[in-house]
């Protein structure tokens, strides 16, 4: 007897959001072409902002090559058999602009890259192979006769990915140094939620004519840099929630003759300053005492060696001669060839990246939702803090029920109605928890307690509904 659609089960909704953003990118974007329903799901922003934080530490990193004819190109180096696959973008205007020169960032699987063909920034996920242009920052300064460098990082605070750029003269360059001597560098941010660059106050620090882009870690970019009152070396951190600068202090090897050659990385998650045949790794991010070093290659050998990536147990992934991947074990100081299937014959690191849903195009969806979360939020908010002071004066039998919260808040009323009642359940609750991420340890033990009265859930379901936004 043949089986029709009624003889299997449907599954609620939120399991199969459940089940599908425990997914790899590669099955979800296979997955868009089972149904409409599931397409708009899989291509919604929030989702995308979901799956990315349930897979987290959890998918294995990509490495991100750029091949001598400045073709992309990606690699899983966790499997057995890595093979080297050639990212391109339809979504680049002409196949002919997909040229790439240099990776200038890298954060929540977006990739900042710099197009060879014309002179561009491009936001770029190379998992789902969409791409963004980014408009030229209004405030820099001529690319010809001044040094403009970037970094992106993603800002918690206001849920919005930035980009960063610090512009200044290179003219007057400290020949020992290599760092700059204008002191007037232009920064300026760029935010994808709302298309636009800013200038802000300026950076006092004395940048190096030849650093690379900045690195994101801990909400902030990084650049090694001097500064401008007494010319000590530091490693400058902009804090993309603040947007200011702050500073702390490199490894003790580090002096203004080393400045123009070594930069920071980020590797295993930990601020890192590769030079020559050592890492030294910050344990403990923004406390200098805490700077630990590692031989990554023996001394004798005189090769070009360059940091890709921390693997487990102690192994780096070192690029060699920009020709050759090599595992190198700093316990028993061994190394292996990382072979690599059509890998291209020379190439340069552009360093990693973790797959991601994440979306150029549609950054300013995932911003909106969030604003919807963040006032759900403080509904909750208040809520507890309410539940939890044993003020509330609420009786089923009212039409309405008013909180008052502190000054810095406004009120919020809702009336409980017996359709809201009839929906009230622990799970619905617990599933809002979740789709918020509101996981903090206390405050979510308090709404746990909290939603094991049916008053409380039945009130708090029925704000939900009246303000649509669950």
Not at 21 to 46: A, D, G, M, T
Not at 151 to 159: C, E, F, T, V
Request: negative net charge; glycine residues 6%; hydrophobic residues 35%.
């Amino acid at each position: 007897m043949k089986a029709t659609r009624s003889d299997f089960p449907i599954l609620p909704q939120e399991l199969i959001a459940e089940i599908l953003c425990r997914l790899p990118v590669k099955s979800l974007s296979r997955f868009k072409s089972v149904s409409h329903s599931w397409c708009s799901l899989i291509s919604n922003p929030h989702f995308a902002q979901t799956h990315f934080t349930q897979t987290t530490n959890k998918m294995p990193d990509r490495l991100i090559l750029i091949s001598d004819s400045h073709i992309l190109f990606s690699v899983d180096y966790s499997v057995d058999s890595p093979v080297a696959t050639e990212i391109h973008f339809p979504s680049v205007e002409d196949e002919s602009y997909d040229v790439w020169a240099e990776i200038l960032g890298s954060c929540n699987g977006l990739v900042l890259a710099l197009n060879e063909s014309d002179v561009a920034m491009y936001l770029l996920n190379p998992s789902t192979r969409e791409s963004k242009k980014i408009p030229e920052s209004p405030f820099a300064l001529n690319s010809v006769n001044a040094c403009n460098l970037c970094g992106l990082g993603y800002d918690s605070m206001s849920d919005d990915f930035k980009i960063v750029m610090l512009s200044y003269y290179g003219g007057g360059v400290d020949e020992e140094s290599g760092a700059t001597t204008e002191t007037n560098t232009i920064v300026s941010v760029y935010s994808l939620k709302s298309y636009s660059w800013r200038k802000i106050q300026g950076s006092s620090y004395l940048h190096c004519a030849g650093d690379p882009s900045g690195v994101y870690l801990n909400g902030c970019i990084h650049w090694l840099a001097q500064r401008s009152s007494d010319y000590i070396s530091v490693i400058v951190a902009f804090d993309l929630g603040n947007e200011v600068f702050r500073e702390f202090l490199p490894p003790p090897f580090v002096n203004n003759a080393v400045l123009p050659w070594f930069y920071p990385a980020v590797l295993g998650g930990y601020l890192c300053l590769p030079a020559f045949t050592d890492v030294w790794v910050m344990k403990e991010y923004g406390k200098k005492e805490s700077w630990t070093k590692f031989s990554i290659c023996k001394r004798e050998d005189v090769s070009r060696i360059d940091v890709v990536c921390l693997l487990e147990d102690g192994e780096f992934l070192l690029s060699r001669d920009e020709e050759q991947l090599v595992v190198y074990n700093s316990k028993d100081e061994t190394s292996r060839d990382m072979v690599v299937c059509g890998i291209p014959g020379s190439f340069t690191s552009g360093g990693t990246y973790v797959e991601s849903l994440i979306s150029p195009e549609r950054i300013h969806g995932i911003g909106r939702q969030c604003e919807a979360c963040e006032r759900m939020k403080r509904i909750l908010q208040v809520m507890v803090e309410t539940y939890e002071a044993g003020t509330c004066q609420s009786s089923t039998n009212k039409e309405s029920y008013r909180v008052e919260p502190s000054s810095s808040s406004s009120n919020i009323e809702a009336s409980t109605s017996s359709s809201s009642g009839d929906r009230a359940s622990l799970s619905i609750c617990l599933h809002f928890l979740k789709f918020i991420q509101m996981v903090e340890g206390p405050f979510y033990e308090k709404a746990l307690r909290m939603f094991q009265d049916p008053l409380w859930r039945k009130l708090f379901i029925n704000m939900a509904c009246e303000k649509k936004m669950f």
